[in-house]
């Protein structure tokens, strides 16, 4: 399994951001996929996780009101829609994928496969 992430970058306070991530490998869609963030010194938070199947969704409660996680165009691909970013949303953005076989959940031992990360800062 393989996770490509794409869209990262420098944008100003209260701009937007589109991350993509590309995953292949799996031979079934019961995966979830799912965004995390780790800024300097702080510990990987999760953002939001989507399932392959059936596309529902879950969200962290900080993240969900900026934040929207979607399938893409292409069938393999997940996006990341970031509004309204803050300095604080600065962080190296992860793209994570594991067989899902209970509720979607957004935490990291739970996601056996990782993209490289993208890094995404915010300039007040």
């Known amino acids: 399994v393989q996770l490509v992430e794409s869209g990262g970058g420098l944008v100003q306070a209260g701009g937007s951001l589109r991350l993509s991530c590309a995953v292949s490998?799996?031979?079934?869609?019961?995966?979830?996929i799912a965004w995390f963030r780790q800024a300097p010194g702080k510990e990987r938070e999760g953002v939001a996780c989507i399932s392959r199947r059936d596309g529902s969704t879950y969200y962290a409660d900080s993240m969900k009101d900026r934040f929207t996680i979607s399938s893409g165009y292409a069938w393999n691909t997940v996006l990341l829609q970031m509004n309204s970013l803050k300095p604080e949303d600065t962080a190296v953005y992860y793209c994570a994928a594991d067989h899902l076989f209970g509720p979607l959940e957004l935490r990291a031992p739970e996601y056996d496969y990782w993209g490289q990360g993208t890094q995404v800062t915010v300039s007040s």
């Open positions: 490998g799996f031979t079934t869609d019961n995966y979830a």
